[in-house]
């Protein structure tokens, strides 16, 4: 791992610290009147998503993590792991869902994603903003029932469950954000 000081980090960048894998979300050098400067910033961990508040002086060393990011296409589901393929040398990877997280409900077979690897370990998986899903199942739709925003949950292919409007038929395509997991739009 590379050693560098508070004063060269920039958003985006991952730090291994003793409370684990960080990712810097925002950073802030400040430099009172009185005192040494120092660094404030906000960090998410890489695994879990929950967000830290640190200050560092300034000057102050961190390990930098490497995280290699890849491109895989998922191929299908083995049991309860999730098989990806890397697109540029076919080998095959099977992950436990603990490894995807919340990012599970929305892989479709023959997709591509953006694993984020640390020494061979997933800890992350980068989505697109929004994804298209088929409805699997949901009520129809009461006729004369039209209150302005009423919503009914729908399954979609994946399994994830959302609210989505009335209007909404089992066999339609909605979009979904991957950051919520709200319904979005009829696709």
């Not at 640190?54 to 491109?71: N, Q, S, Y």
């Not at 299908?76 to 076919?90: E, I, K, P």
């Not at 095959?92 to 997709?111: F, K, R, S």
């Amino acid at each position: 791992m590379a050693t560098i000081t508070t004063n060269d980090l920039k958003n985006g960048m991952t730090l291994a610290l003793d409370e684990g894998l960080y990712e810097v979300v925002e950073f802030q050098h400040v430099k009172p009147g009185k005192g040494g400067a120092f660094v404030r910033t906000t960090l998410k961990n890489a695994r879990t998503g929950s967000v830290l508040e640190k200050t560092f002086r300034a000057g102050e060393k961190v390990e930098r993590a490497i995280v290699d990011k890849r491109e895989m296409q998922f191929l299908y589901r083995d049991g309860n792991d999730y098989v990806f393929m890397d697109t540029s040398t076919y080998d095959q990877l099977t992950v436990p869902p603990a490894g995807l997280g919340d990012a599970a409900n929305y892989l479709i077979e023959n997709n591509n994603a953006i694993l984020n690897m640390y020494d061979g370990e997933i800890i992350g998986i980068d989505l697109p903003a929004s994804i298209e899903l088929t409805v699997t199942e949901t009520e129809p739709g009461i006729q004369g029932d039209r209150v302005s925003g009423a919503r009914k949950p729908a399954t979609l292919e994946t399994g994830l469950v959302v609210q989505v409007p009335l209007f909404i038929n089992t066999g339609d395509r909605v979009k979904v954000d991957t950051r919520s997991g709200d319904y979005l739009s009829k696709a």
